[in-house]
């Protein structure tokens, strides 16, 4: 089946620095990856959509600026929040689906930003 | 405006009970999925639906697809407390997918 890995699972960062979250599929080509926002019980938010080789499509309210995505490759795309706030922790979760939707939405374990 | 309101957010029952999670819009979508999440995870796909008035059943739980695409339905038969959980539908939309508030699910022995 379909698997994507996602790292790191947990970081913890000071404020102002930066940290960048990986995502690949590593076992079939992931032509869109999806970058999800989750605060403490509440539900999955889309944050961005990328395909691979073109510049992600964010949603609103989502500053592209400071969510910094890259899909170099069919099988790895990354998350890179600059310049973090305390009111950047969450749960950031991707997800990834592969050409004509073969394995449909498959989703990574995510990872827990704190940043202090 | 959420585009996928799930109903209830919260649910808390005894060990044995039915129950039954909806989650409703006013737009089409081209299949309709149903997640569980544990705690510190990524959500694990339970069911697609795809056909309208589509039936689906994994166990005890039975997934439905309203016949117009826009609402689905998850009913447990006889809950245990494995069962406890965070319960996400999503719809695919335009190629994307977009989540509902969530159920969370509580299955008291």
């Known amino acids: 089946g379909a698997v994507v890995s996602q790292h790191p699972s947990w970081v913890i960062c000071k404020s102002g620095t930066s940290v960048k979250i990986e995502c690949r599929s590593l076992?079939?080509?992931?032509?869109?990856m999806f970058w999800y926002r989750q605060f403490p019980k509440q539900s999955l938010m889309l944050m961005a959509t990328s395909n691979e080789g073109s510049k992600a499509t964010y949603e609103q309210g989502v500053e592209k600026d400071k969510f910094l995505i890259n899909h170099a490759s069919l099988t790895l795309s990354t998350l890179t929040v600059t310049s973090a706030h305390p009111e950047d922790s969450s749960f950031y979760i991707c997800s990834a689906s592969s050409i004509q939707g073969l394995y449909g939405y498959t989703f990574g374990s995510g990872t827990r930003l704190t940043v202090v | 405006t959420q585009l996928l309101e799930q109903s209830p957010q919260f649910l808390s029952i005894q060990e044995g009970e039915n129950l039954t999670v909806y989650c409703n819009s006013s737009?089409?979508?081209?299949?309709l999925q149903w997640y569980r999440q544990e705690p510190g995870e990524g959500p694990v796909l339970l069911v697609t639906v795809v056909t309208g008035g589509e039936v689906k059943k994994l166990k005890r739980l039975t997934f439905q697809f309203g016949d117009a695409r826009k609402d689905s339905s998850l009913h447990i038969t006889a809950a245990q407390p494995g069962d406890t959980g965070l319960y996400l539908c999503?719809?695919?939309?335009?190629?994307?997918?977009?989540f509902g508030q969530g159920t969370r699910l509580t299955i008291n022995p």
């Open positions: 999503a719809g695919d939309r335009a190629q994307k997918l977009v």
């Open positions: 076992d079939f080509q992931a032509t869109t």
């Open positions: 737009s089409v979508f081209s299949s």
